[in-house]
């Protein structure tokens, strides 16, 4: 796992933006003929941030949590102010370096480990006082884009070939 980049609580400030929501989930199977019909709206900041005085975003680097779905380059959406429990995803700082971890039990079942998604890399061993360890923040979301940013919106017209 590389450095985790992080952003200062002021660059969370943005103002509050309601955006439509459709009443129509989006099936996997045969589209609906009423996928176009919007229901209401939210705002993705009260949603994805619900206590904005503890939240923060990082940019990861690196691949440790890959098999979890998150990827190098994703945007974590991390609180500070939630306690981590078992099988929740964190930001911890081990030896001086932000890291990318699960939390779980260790393979013993006594004690407390983080493990990456990537079963190459060993766990690491939570120990009661470690001045060398410290769970961060609890990650809330993972997000990450899966279009090329270079491209416009494609239309039925200008579908490729």
Same mark, same amino acid.
């Given at each position: 796992?590389?450095?985790?980049?992080?952003?200062?609580?002021?660059?969370?400030?943005?103002?509050?933006? +309601?955006?439509?929501?459709?009443?129509?989930?989006?099936?996997?199977?045969?589209?609906?003929?009423?996928?176009?019909?919007?229901?209401?709206?939210?705002?993705?900041? +009260?949603?994805?941030?619900?206590?904005?005085?503890?939240?923060?975003?990082? +940019?990861?680097?690196?691949?440790?949590?890959?098999?979890?779905?998150?990827?190098?380059?994703?945007?974590?959406?991390?609180?500070?102010?939630?306690?981590?429990?078992?099988?929740?995803?964190?930001?911890?700082?081990?030896?001086?370096?932000?890291v990318l971890r699960?939390?779980?039990?260790?393979?013993?079942?006594?004690?407390?480990?983080?493990?990456?998604?990537?079963?190459?890399?060993?766990?690491?061993?939570?120990?009661?006082?470690?001045?060398?360890?410290?769970?961060?923040?609890?990650v809330l979301h993972?997000?990450?884009?899966?279009?090329?940013?270079?491209?416009p919106h494609a239309?039925?017209?200008?579908?490729?070939?």
């Amino acid at each position: 796992m590389g450095d985790l980049t992080w952003f200062e609580p002021d660059e969370l400030s943005a103002p509050s933006a +309601r955006l439509p929501l459709a009443g129509e989930s989006p099936a996997t199977g045969f589209p609906s003929p009423a996928a176009d019909y919007e229901e209401d709206a939210i705002d993705l900041n +009260r949603l994805l941030m619900p206590r904005p005085a503890s939240t923060l975003l990082m +940019r990861v680097s690196g691949d440790a949590m890959g098999a979890a779905g998150i990827h190098h380059g994703d945007l974590l959406i991390i609180d500070r102010s939630l306690g981590p429990r078992s099988g929740s995803v964190v930001v911890a700082v081990n030896a001086g370096r932000f890291v990318l971890r699960r939390l779980a039990r260790n393979l013993a079942g006594i004690g407390w480990c983080l493990e990456a998604a990537d079963p190459s890399l060993p766990p690491i061993p939570l120990a009661t006082g470690d001045p060398d360890l410290l769970i961060w923040g609890v990650v809330l979301h993972a997000v990450h884009h899966l279009g090329s940013r270079l491209k416009p919106h494609a239309t039925n017209a200008n579908l490729p070939n």
